[in-house]
C-alpha cells in the first residue's frame, strides 16, 4: 500500500462508518415499507403545506393518502413547470416553505423542448448524497480492493448557465463531485479544470491523459457510451499520449482547451511511457483493459443502455459492473446491490412512492398502487413525490418488479416511456420527433406527412430516417435540418450529438406503401407511428473493429 493511501485510511474509516450506518438504517426501512411511506408523506405535506401549490392544492386538510389522491393529480413537468418558473424567479414560496434555500437547479431535457429545471434543496440534496454512500459502501464491502484508489468520474458540471437569480443551472452529479469530502477529492486524478474544457472529444482527451498513468480502480460514468468514446481516446491517440506522459506535458489543439487546462501542471513519466509502448508492442494497440487493472466500474446497464455492453467488456475487459439504479435528475428512484444487474430496491426513504400498471398508463382513471403492493413480473409506471418540490410526478419510467426486499420491491429499468426512444440517454420523445420533421420539412420547402425514425446500435449509434419517397428531394439539407431541430429540441439529443456518442440521423428509402401495412383493422383505429422505440442493433452483423 502507497504511503498516500496508508495516511488517508483513517479518514475513510470514519467516513466509511457513517455510510455504513446509513446503510444499515435504509435495510431495515424495508421491513416496514408502507408505515415508511405514510410517515415521509405526511412530512412532504407538512413541509409544503404553506407553499402556493400546498395552499392550491389543500394540503391543509389533508389526512390521508386518500385526501392527497382527491386533492392531486397525477401529473408529469408540465403541471409543475409554472411553479418551478416561479421558484427560478426567486418565489421560493410557490413550492417550498419560505426561506428554503435553493442550492442549484438540475437540468435535464423536457418532452416538449424546453429543458427540465428540478430544485435542488438542501433535503433534496442530503437524501441525493446519502443514496450514493448506500449504493457505494454496499459496493466496497462486495470489492473491497477498490478502497482508496484512483477514481475517475465523468459527469457534467454544475454550472452550465445560471437562472434569472443567478443560481447555478447543470448537473447535480457536478455539484455533489464539487463538495466530496477531502479523502474522496485526493482519489481523483483528473482535474477540475477538464470540466471547463467544451471539446468533448479534447475532453475526453484530457480525461484519458491524466489518468492513464495512475493506478484506477474505479470509473464512474452513468452513460456506457462514455466508456466506449473514452476507450476509443485512447485507441486512436495512442502516440500522443505516450509522448505527453513522457514529457509530462498535454497536447490540445483548440484555444478554449488549452485556456481551460492553463494551470494544471504534469510531471514527466518515463517508465510509464515505457509501460505503455510495451503495451503496444505486444497487443498492437492501447486499450483500458491493457494498462488497468480495475475493480469496478458504475454505470446504467438497463434498457437499450445495455447494448453498449459487449463493446465495454471489449475495451476494458471482464470488471464488474454495477448498475447506478435508476437515478434522475428528479431524485434517486432504486439503490442497485449486486452486479450486472440494473435491477434495485426502491429508495423509499426519499420517495414517496405511487406505481401504474403499464397497461394503464393510458387510462383517465389507472388502478394506482403503493410500493408494497406490487406483484413480482408485473410491469408498471414510476410516480413519485419528494423534497425536489415535485408531487405525484409521473417520470414516465416503465420498469419490471423482479423481486422484494421485505416488503419494498426490487425492479429494473425497461425503458423510457411508451413513445419515447434512448440510445444512448438522448430520451427523444415521439412529439419531439414531429415537431423536428415539420421544421425540418418547412426549411426544406416540402410536405412530408409519413416517416418513421429509429434507433441503430453501432459502434456510433444513430437514427435512421426512412420516408417513402425521396425523388426530387434535397434529402441531405432535410436530414441535417431535423437533426439540428432535434438538438433544438432536445438538450440531452445535443449534448450527444455533441459529443459524437450519437452520429448524425442517416437516410433510409422506405418500400412504397409501408404505413398501409402498420396496423389491421379499420382506418379510424390507425395511428401511425412516427417513432420506434426498440432499438435495431447494427453490431450483430457488422461487429465494431476493436
Known sequence: MSLARTLLRPAARIAGTRASIQARAFMTSHRHTAEQQD??????????????????????????????????????????????????????????????????????????????????????????????????????????????????????????????????????????????????????????????????????????????????????????????????????????????????????????????????????????????????????????????????????TGGTVGLYLPSVRRFYGSVPIRDMGLLASEGRLSVPFADDTSAGVAEITSNFFEFIPADQIESDCPDVFGAHELEQGHEYFVVFSNWAGLWRYNIDDLIRVTGRLGHSPVFEFLSKGLHASSITGEKITEHQVVLAMKTASDQAGVSIHEFTLQGRFDETPYYELRLESVDGMDTKALVDAMDRALCGLNVEYDSKRTSGRLGPIRLSAAPTDTSAHQYNGQSEQYKHKYLITNVLDNTADNPPVI
Not at 459502501?137 to 484512483?150: A, E, S
Not at 492553463?262 to 486499450?287: C, M, N, W, Y
Request: some cysteine; glycine content about 8%; proline content about 6%.
Open 39 to 300: 410517515a415521509l408523506l405526511r412530512r412532504l405535506i407538512e413541509s409544503a403545506a404553506g407553499s402556493r401549490f400546498g395552499r392550491e392544492h389543500n394540503f391543509e386538510n389533508i389526512r390521508s393518502y386518500a385526501d392527497f389522491k382527491s386533492a392531486v393529480p397525477i401529473s408529469n413537468y408540465e403541471h409543475h413547470r409554472q411553479y418551478i418558473d416561479d421558484v427560478l424567479a426567486g418565489k421560493v414560496e410557490a413550492l417550498f416553505a419560505a426561506g428554503t434555500k435553493i442550492r442549484m437547479f438540475a437540468v435535464t431535457s423536457g418532452t416538449t423542448g424546453a429543458p427540465k429545471h428540478i430544485p435542488v434543496t438542501n433535503k433534496f440534496l442530503s437524501d441525493y448524497r446519502r443514496g450514493w454512500n448506500i449504493f457505494g459502501i454496499r459496493m466496497l464491502k462486495d470489492h473491497p480492493d477498490g478502497w482508496l484508489r484512483k477514481i475517475i468520474t465523468i459527469g457534467s458540471p454544475a454550472c452550465e448557465n445560471l437562472s434569472p437569480t443567478g443560481l447555478s443551472c447543470g448537473a447535480i452529479s457536478g455539484l455533489l463531485a464539487e463538495h466530496q469530502p477531502w479523502v474522496v477529492r485526493k482519489m481523483y486524478p483528473v482535474p477540475p479544470q477538464v470540466n471547463g474544457i467544451s471539446d468533448p472529444a479534447e475532453k475526453y482527451y484530457a480525461i484519458m491523459r491524466s489518468s492513464i498513468a495512475h493506478d484506477i480502480g474505479i470509473i464512474i460514468t452513468p452513460n456506457p457510451s462514455t466508456l466506449v468514446k473514452l476507450a476509443q481516446i485512447a485507441r486512436d491517440n495512442a502516440e500522443r499520449i505516450i509522448r505527453d506522459v513522457h514529457d509530462g506535458s498535454i497536447s490540445l489543439s483548440d484555444t478554449q482547451s488549452i485556456e481551460a487546462m492553463g494551470g494544471v501542471s504534469f510531471r514527466p513519466d518515463r517508465p510509464a511511457a515505457k509501460r505503455l509502448e510495451k503495451i503496444i508492442t505486444l497487443h498492437g494497440q492501447l486499450l483500458p483493459k491493457h494498462f488497468w487493472n480495475l475493480s469496478f466500474m458504475l454505470g446504467w
